[in-house]
């Protein structure tokens, strides 16, 4: 396959001798004038620079700048133009600063605003792209990131370039947000304002596609794997602050071309990128791509602590004395990388171990930082470090290598001597070869150190806030919030019906009904999804706006200025038509406790979020009443879960809330008006009351037993069918007969009392009332539920550097590594759980709603589990349930209310060791894959002493080219770990397995002269520990073992725990092969 190959050749090949003119790097560049040269002979200087290193590639048609600016180029990247043209805007905003500018200030900025809308017209003409992009994100669907520089072209397939960088559409929308915000008018009518919003709903969910990354090779092995990048998150999530509620038009714009953001999406952003970093992806342990995400342009890091800790990271593993890799064993242009492939063999990164290229761009990166950040000592630093790398061209202005290499005569004698070598770079200074990326950063860099523009007028739109003005700050809203976020969330307690008010008064529950709180309207958050349908529609460009995404509870905690109406919008979690377990009140009452949390952790905004409590009246049937009164009660004592509240009428609260205009709803004489359903308060006959009680005593779960058999009446008549359900009271039966007939005739078959899927319907419901849940799973996932949440919650686990994997016990799992769509999550979970026992389809995804919070809030409970094998999880639970005792039926978890198996969950992720025996405890650890501390570091230092490699349930981990092509702290080698041990399926033979791993590797750390010389078996390893386990019994108690419960009942250490026994059969392996001696062995006689 053809390698696309952007740059020039390097002025040193192996066959070639060097010369030292061509690659002695000029150590003049362009200097301070002296005090005496005045401000505009300075700018003029500059004006020649950019000039001759800039805007002489400029195409004169398109705008877009050529990656190469010697020979034939056809190809304009993206990002390399965006950095021209904030190179030249740069210089524009200098020139701002004089009266008599000769016309430069004009050229200058027009000459930015032609590039940056030579990308948009670019992008324009891939609209079809954009919008497949919106349904069916995919690195074949996206916007391409390389041009024709020509005419605007797509150039490329994308079986042959990696066009898929989230980065760089990114920092179009950052960079056109700041060249507006300093006056330049470059965005002109409605079809274009339609365009950036689409691009805005494109990035919103970034947090969950993983792309090719910067460097447009996706993960470390250059094997056409994409992953999840720290970069592009982080770019996207600054990207999605700057233009939230910012008008294309700048200050001669209206509201209809203000930009909206999903503020939920961009929290998940902002989740995601805390989680990830200091990373930058599962095969990047680090990245200098991060630099460019964490400091200037996009300051995406808002918690210092993990800006240093990601910053000195970066440092410390990449910096060299030629500038900084882009990351450890990157064969990019290294002598040894095979430029005739474009991808890596297996194995192949080793090779470049030591020899990666040095880029002095990075350096430059640095100093603007230190600019920003007032460090002149970092400035100093890295000014001093770059000089002697810079060559200069005839007319004495400076030009920036785009890498160093060794050469492939030296490769050798580097990798023996890190750093010892001399690099030469790609170019020499008078071949006409300009790297333009770096030109144009550095000419930025130069005017800030000269104090020719100031860090506020080359960021006008604050992405960076000095920590001393960040309690000043007054903005729509910004990724800086206060010291100590300590928000206030008014609420509003909504009735749905004026007997419920009144019932609630008599415990001095002071409320209100959508009536009273009129002209104000109250939507369902499905409503608002409904209005936002209309946003960014295009006819002329065939956009359909935004997607039917939920609203999230940020986005309902403002108040809404609709077609002239007052709206505001209750959280999704008060919906009664959602999932069921809304229908559970104890763990309603948790959502709300964790809503408000939230709330109070990512509200960013000036005003106060406005948080609507719908109270219903089956929130108060039966056992229901009290906790809901206690909730209220908290509500009214001002401090709910730790977060402040404060209630009060609604038209009182509406004063501090933050408002949004839709203005994007107005309609044309020619356009229908929408039609919108707001939440309508219930009519009842006056002076009736409200019913306390259900009509089921208030027991913990009503459980109803089937009076047939399933599988008899699955091959009965439909008649005989339809006849019995007549017949039965029992909801359990209803609903395996109408699943039968579901299946049989489909959901709009009529029975006599309506369509089959609308009788699932009403049993679901009904069977909610009464509590009786397994029949609410078993309904709920007949007609196919779908829990909200679902992909937010496995990507939470994702990015926290986890699997997922959906399955039932024993059978075959779906393993989930990338954040996928809330569609292709329910396929898989229906496709491998339903066919087992159908209420497992709801159960795991009730679990993954779980985890997904707890995992956000209490990441401790999860230490040492890296793989969350769903279905794993549930046969925790039951054996948990099984180990309590008592006579509980086989399937009571599926009894057990949503709330209940909240706390199960909890349980088994937090327990008491003193009260488990071995036995119980393996099984526990074995069925949550948790290992001990340090476990992954301990596989990979067997492996360096195995040259065969490891194997368990003939699953092989061989040494090659795993230690080549991995690390030992990379998260892919520890998955890798994961994957090896999959197939074992017994959860507390899987933790002996772990056991003797560490024991392994204690013993070949304590004894360094030994070594496997053949494969290590560890299932004949504990045969063998077994064995032994079995003759001591026998020889010492009298006792024959039959299986290895005995074994797994053992505690590992203390005298004949199974740690001594794994250790003989470990030593005995060890003995059977050669050992290997060295001259400082005390054991050998010279």
Request: glycine share 6%.
């Amino acid at each position: 396959m053809e390698v696309i190959n952007f740059d020039d050749n390097p002025t040193y090949t192996h066959n070639h001798k060097p010369l030292g003119s061509v690659y002695e790097p000029a150590k003049t560049v362009l200097t301070h004038a002296p005090e005496e040269v005045n401000l505009l002979d300075k700018l003029d200087g500059y004006y020649r620079f950019v000039k001759s290193t800039l805007l002489n590639y400029q195409n004169a048609a398109t705008g877009l700048f050529p990656t190469k600016t010697v020979g034939k180029c056809d190809h304009a990247r993206v990002r390399d133009c965006l950095y021209c043209a904030a190179g030249i805007w740069a210089v524009a905003l200098a020139y701002r600063r004089i009266d008599d500018d000769k016309g430069r200030t004009h050229e200058l900025e027009y000459s930015a605003i032609k590039c940056m809308r030579g990308i948009l017209y670019c992008y324009m003409r891939q609209a079809d792209k954009v919008e497949n992009f919106k349904k069916h994100p995919s690195p074949s669907n996206c916007l391409h990131s390389v041009f024709n520089v020509h005419t605007g072209d797509e150039l490329l397939s994308y079986d042959k370039y990696g066009h898929l960088q989230i980065d760089a559409v990114s920092l179009f929308l950052l960079y056109l947000v700041e060249m507006i915000s300093s006056g330049l008018q470059i965005i002109y009518n409605t079809d274009e304002v339609s365009f950036i919003q689409n691009l805005v709903f494109c990035v919103e969910r970034s947090y969950r596609r993983p792309d090719f990354g910067m460097w447009e090779r996706g993960s470390k092995y250059n094997n056409g794997s994409t992953e999840l990048h720290s970069s592009s998150v982080g770019m996207a999530k600054s990207a999605l602050e700057a233009i939230n509620g910012f008008n294309l038009f700048g200050n001669q714009g209206c509201s209809w071309s203000v930009i909206f953001v999903d503020f939920d999406a961009h929290n998940r952003n902002r989740q995601t990128l805390c989680s990830l970093l200091p990373r930058e992806s599962r095969s990047h342990n680090t990245d200098a791509a991060l630099l460019p995400c964490i400091s200037y342009p996009a300051f995406a890091v808002d918690d210092d602590a993990l800006f240093d800790q990601t910053m000195e990271k970066v440092v410390r593993k990449l910096r060299g004395t030629y500038g900084m890799k882009r990351f450890l064993r990157d064969g990019y242009r290294t002598r040894l990388e095979d430029q005739s492939r474009r991808y890596y063999k297996p194995a192949e990164i080793k090779l470049f171990d030591g020899i990666e290229c040095e880029f002095p761009l990075f350096y430059i990166y640095l100093v603007i930082d230190g600019v920003f950040r007032g460090n002149t000592d970092q400035v100093n630093e890295y000014m001093n470090l770059l000089e002697p790398l810079l060559h200069h061209s005839y007319e004495g202005f400076a030009k920036v290598p785009k890498y160093y290499y060794v050469p492939a005569d030296f490769i050798e004698l580097e990798k023996e001597s890190p750093g010892s070598q001399k690099r030469f770079p790609n170019s020499s200074a008078q071949d006409g070869n300009l790297f333009l990326w770096g030109q144009a950063l550095y000419i930025i860099a130069k005017l800030l150190v000269d104090e020719l523009i100031s860090p506020k007028e080359l960021d006008p739109c604050k992405r960076y806030i000095p920590p001393k003005e960040q309690r000043n700050i007054s903005m729509r809203y910004s990724n800086q919030g206060l010291a100590e976020n300590d928000v206030v969330v008014h609420v509003s307690l909504i009735a749905e019906s004026q007997r419920l008010q009144v019932f609630l008064n008599t415990f001095g529950i002071q409320t209100q009904t959508p009536q009273q709180v009129e002209p104000i309207q109250i939507w369902p958050q499905q409503e608002l999804v409904k209005a936002y349908l209309h946003l960014g529609v295009n006819k002329k460009l065939n956009l359909s706006g935004r997607p039917n995404r939920p609203v999230g509870c940020i986005g309902t905690s403002k108040l809404y200025r609709i077609l002239g109406k007052t709206i505001v919008c209750y959280p999704i979690v008060f919906d009664l038509s959602d999932f069921y377990m809304a229908q559970d009140v104890m763990l309603l009452i948790d959502d709300i406790k964790n809503l408000l949390l939230f709330i109070k952790q990512y509200w960013k905004m000036n005003r106060r979020p406005l948080f609507l409590v719908l109270i219903r009246e089956d929130n108060i049937k039966g056992s229901r009443l009290n906790p809901i009164l206690d909730m209220l009660a908290a509500f009214k004592n001002g401090m709910v879960g730790g977060v402040k509240v404060h209630v009060d009428r609604l038209q009182t609260l509406i004063s501090g809330a933050v408002v949004e205009q839709l203005d994007f709803l107005r309609i044309s004489e020619e356009e229908e008006i929408p039609q919108f359903q707001g939440f309508e308060e219930l009519e009842f006959p006056k002076h009736s009351k409200v019913k306390r009680k259900s009509s089921i005593a208030s027991i913990p779960s009503q459980v109803e037993h089937l009076d047939i058999e399933p599988a008899e009446w699955m091959f009965s008549s439909t008649a005989d069918i339809l006849n019995k359900l007549s017949e039965s009271n029992s909801l359990a039966t209803q609903a395996v007969l109408l699943s039968i007939l579901l299946k049989r005739e489909g959901p709009n078959f009529i029975t006599g009392e309506g369509l089959v899927i609308d009788r699932l319907e009403k049993v679901y419901q009904r069977s909610g009332s009464r509590k009786n849940w397994s029949n609410v799973r078993f309904t709920a996932s007949v007609l196919g539920k779908q829990v909200d949440s679902l992909a937010p919650s496995i990507t939470r686990a994702l990015v926290q550097g986890k699997q997922v994997t959906i399955g039932v016990f024993g059978q075959e799992e779906e393993v989930i590594s990338n954040p996928l769509s809330p569609t292709e999550i329910k396929n898989i979970v229906y496709t491998k759980c339903a066919k087992h026992d159908v209420r497992d389809a709801v159960l795991q995804q009730e679990l993954v709603i779980h985890i997904g919070w707890l995992i956000s809030n209490s990441p401790e409970l999860f230490h040492g589990m890296l793989k969350f094998r769903i279905g794993w999880i549930i046969h925790a639970m039951e054996h948990a349930l099984a180990s309590r005792g008592g006579d509980l039926p086989a399937d009571y978890l599926y009894q057990m209310s949503p709330s209940d198996v909240k706390k199960l969950l909890l349980d088994i992720l937090q327990p008491d060791e003193k009260e488990r025996s071995w036995l119980n405890r393996r099984h526990l650890d074995g069925s949550l894959n948790r290992t001990p501390k340090g476990f992954y570091d301990r596989v990979w230092q067997i492996l360096e002493r195995t040259a065969e490699g490891i194997r368990v349930t003939e699953k092989h981990l061989p040494q090659q080219p795993t230690l080549s092509d991995m690390t030992m702290y990379e998260m892919n080698f520890s998955l890798l770990v994961e994957d090896t041990l999959q197939d074992i399926v017994q959860p507390e033979y899987r933790q002996i397995i772990v056991e003797l791993i560490m024991v392994v590797s204690v013993m070949l750390e304590r004894n360094p002269e030994l070594e496997f010389v053949a494969e290590v078996n560890l299932d004949n390893l504990v045969k063998d520990a077994f064995d032994e386990f079995k003759k001591d019994k026998i020889r010492l108690e009298h006792i024959e073992v039959q299986g290895m419960q005995d074994f797994y009942q053992t505690p590992p250490t203390g005298k004949r725990g199974t740690a001594s026994y794994l250790m003989k059969a470990v030593m005995n392996t060890l003995l059977e092969g050669d050992v290997r001696t060295s001259v400082d062995d005390p054991c050998v006689i010279s």
